[in-house]
Each structure stands twice: as C-alpha cells, then as structure tokens.
C-alpha cells in the first residue's frame, strides 16, 4: 500500500485509465455477461476510489511540505487563517502534471491570500474556482483532443477488422 | 522555424528578464498584466513556461517555500543563452517587419 501511495496521481490516473480501458475495451469485444460486467464495474470502483484516496493524500502532503511559518519572509504579508477550496486544488493536482502543479498551487494559494485581503474570504473562494478553471480548461481541452484522436484509431481499427 | 515565439512567450521572456533572478509564476503574470493591461490564467503562463522549458529557452530551480503559498515551494525561471538568443531574433523579425516600407500600394498602382 506505502508503494502504492507513493505513486504521483497523474501516474495513478493514467496507469488506472489505461488499465480500465483496456479492460473495458476487452468485455466489449468479447461481449461479456452481465457477471462480468458486474465484476468490471466492481474493479473499476475500487480503482477510482484508490485514485481519489492517493490524490487527496497527495493534496495534504504538498501541503505540509515545507515551511509554514505564518510571515511571508519575500513579501512580508502575514499569511490569512483561510484554506482555498479543497475540490479545486484536487482538480489541479489530478489534470495537471507533477511538476507544474506544485509550482501552480502555491501561486493559485499566494494570489488566494491576496483576495482574501482585498475582497474577502467569499469572493476570494469564487475568484479561485474561476482561476482554476480557467487554468485546467485548455489542458483539458488538449488531453480531449488527444483522446478523441485515440478513439478516432480504435474506431478505424475496429472497422477494418470486423 | 525552430525558434519562432508567439507573442505571449515573447512577452513572458521579457518579463523573465525584466524579473531575474525572482521570476516565478505570480511574479510573471503581475508583471504582464501590470506593463500590457492583459491578464492571464496562471494555468496558460505554466503551460507557456513548460514549452519554453522544454524547447531550452529557460531553465528553473527550486525556490523558498512560503507561508501565503500554503508550504509549497516557488518555481524560478531564468532565460538560457539560446533562449536570449531566440528573444532577440524574434524581436528583431518584429522590427524588421515593421520598418519595411509597404509595396503593396505600388503594386497595384
């Protein structure tokens, strides 16, 4: 389980989709039972919930990672009591690679703090959705792209072998 | 050609040496928007960053993590040598264009 959980989400995500895909892939060419697809859905359950499980760890680690001394030391500005919502930030850490991500969610949280001062913990939590999506939007919008050319083979494939 | 910019690289690498050495993600975004009036996502400057990273125009390293940035540490950008040379022949194209005089109107005169 420790190796499991050392596992990066994005790698969780991927690995887990290919895996449920292929799988997926495999009970609808074989045209499984309804048991089957009974057993596919059960596997398939367990891995999202590893998946949102392993995330979610992630999310608190990056989070105590570090120093956490409430003094800003580069901009002096004490740092507000308040915590970005928690959902968004799962968004970014799921969506967004490793590397860019840590670097993402400390901006996302230190321009978070700066609305909170300015505008107040409400529309500060609405300007961070805001931000957030509009973040993950274009690379979401990438990685469809990119599946829907997978499927686009898969269907080519699947015609011209039937 | 290996080394064109699109106009919002070519402004973040400005703003990279406008910055240097502190030139991370917030700082690079204020910037822009603070110089241009256009502001945006801190999802499009990573993903600009990352290609740039990727194509040897800049480099990063690890900096102090922060209380405001809930203990994550910031990621610094600095420009490589060809990625000053990439900024400055782009912009030198830039020029180029616009001093040329326009023939067009002789042309079709």
């Known amino acids: ?162 | 050609m290996a080394n064109d910019l699109n106009s919002l690289e070519q402004q973040m690498m400005i703003a990279i040496t406008k910055l240097m050495p502190n030139a991370y993600g917030v700082a690079i975004s204020d910037h822009i928007e603070r110089v241009t009036g256009r502001s945006y996502s801190i999802g499009a400057i990573y993903s600009a960053l990352d290609r740039l990273e990727g194509r040897g125009f800049l480099e990063s390293r690890q900096g102090e993590a922060t209380a405001t940035r809930g203990g994550r540490r910031k990621l610094y950008f600095d420009l490589t040598a060809t990625g000053q040379l990439a900024l400055k022949q782009s912009l030198a194209m830039i020029d180029k264009l616009r001093k040329t005089p326009a023939r067009a109107r002789e042309a079709f005169a």
């Not at chain 1, 608190?60 to 930030?89: C, I, W």
């Not at chain 1, 703090?113 to 939007?137: F, M, N, P, Q």
Request: with cysteine; charged share 20%.
């Open chain 1, 1 to 162: 389980m420790k190796a499991l959980k050392a596992l990066r989400p994005s790698e969780w995500l991927k690995w887990s989709l290919i895996l449920s895909g292929a799988i997926c892939g495999f009970a609808w060419f074989a045209n499984a039972p309804w048991l089957m697809k009974l057993i596919l859905s059960g596997v398939l359950g367990v891995y999202f919930a590893l998946i949102a499980l392993i995330v979610l760890n992630h999310t608190r680690r990056t989070r105590s990672d570090g120093d956490t001394v409430g003094l800003d030391t580069q901009s002096g500005t004490q740092r507000s009591s308040f915590n970005p919502p928690g959902v968004a930030e799962w968004l970014v850490v799921l969506i967004v690679s490793k590397r860019s991500s840590d670097g993402m969610l400390g901006d996302l949280e230190e321009r978070f703090h700066r609305h909170v001062e300015t505008h107040g913990l409400r529309r500060a939590r609405w300007l961070y959705w805001a931000e957030v999506l509009r973040s993950i939007a274009p690379i979401l919008w990438a990685k469809t792209k990119r599946l829907g050319m997978i499927a686009a083979i898969a269907e080519i494939w699947r015609r011209t072998h039937s």
